[in-house]
């Protein structure tokens, strides 16, 4: 499937589904997430070989604290081991990992394994093959009002110049701020929302739906995903 005209720069994916995956099998929602780990892997390879430059997968949202604390507790977990065995594979790939949310929640340990990662995988030069982006602690709402607050304070002082101000002022303050908007967003498990997720950023993404669980979720699926944003005629609100 290497015909594939129109790729995209920066492909995100709501990873939902889990739960229910694991529910299927008569086992505990966890199964469902440490399951889900095997799918990003082959997301990363499809990514980096179909020559897609970000991609970006919500992993843990801010609602999502509010799950039961066994689950948060578990997830976090698998965060800490996923990263410590996966990084080398990265780096070696020439993959750059970043972690971007409201961080402040995350446990200390968390946070150092997390710096050290994006530490490492910091090119030395040039571009990376591939940006893999991990949303943790993230909501959409929560990012934009980060940004406003910045804003608020950066301007407390010289409130007359935030008229000359236009939507570049927001997005380049928002945690994504020089990293492209999604051109894809993929959400896995038949849900049809986006569930607080990139709301600013993706304003002008192309939105794809599946049914197949997260833990399903492989190689096939991901390309069929870019042929189906390839056959897109992406307008901005213009006349094509
Ligand atoms: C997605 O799977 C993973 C996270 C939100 C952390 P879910 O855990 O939401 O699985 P379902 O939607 O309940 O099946
Ligand atoms: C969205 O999934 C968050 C992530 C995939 C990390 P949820 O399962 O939390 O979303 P809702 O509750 O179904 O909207
Ligand atoms: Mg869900």
């Not at 709501?14 to 997301?43: F, K, L, P, T």
């Not at 948060?72 to 594979?89: C, G, N, S, W």
């Not at 030395?124 to 993230?138: A, C, H, K």
Request: aromatic fraction near 8%; hydrophobic fraction near 40%.
């Amino acid at each position: 499937m290497d015909e594939i005209s129109k790729v995209p720069r920066h492909v995100s994916i709501i990873m939902d589904g889990n739960g229910r995956w694991a529910q299927q099998r008569g086992r505990e929602r966890v199964y469902g997430h440490s399951h889900g780990v095997e799918s990003v892997r082959a997301c990363v390879k499809a990514a980096a070989e179909a020559g897609v430059k970000y991609l970006s997968l919500f992993a843990f949202s801010e609602e999502n604290w509010g799950r039961p604390a066994d689950e948060v507790e578990t997830l976090m977990k698998l965060m800490f081991k996923a990263i410590a065995d996966e990084i080398d594979e990265l780096k070696k790939q020439g993959v750059q990992f970043r972690v971007l949310g409201n961080l402040e929640r995350i446990s200390p340990s968390l946070r150092e394994a997390i710096d050290a990662a994006e530490e490492r995988t910091r090119p030395e030069s040039g571009e990376p093959l591939l940006t893999l982006i991990l949303f943790l602690s993230y909501s959409g709402q929560w990012d934009i009002l980060q940004a406003a607050k910045k804003l608020a304070r950066e301007y407390a002082h010289s409130p007359e110049s935030l008229e000359a101000l236009g939507a570049d002022a927001i997005s380049s303050r928002l945690v994504t701020a020089g990293i492209p908007d999604p051109d894809l967003v993929i959400r896995t498990s038949g849900e049809q929302r986006i569930s607080n997720y990139l709301l600013w950023q993706s304003a002008y993404s192309e939105l794809l739906f599946v049914d197949t669980l997260w833990p399903d979720f492989r190689k096939e699926h991901f390309m069929s995903a870019l042929e189906e944003y390839s056959k897109r005629n992406r307008r901005y609100g213009k006349v094509k």
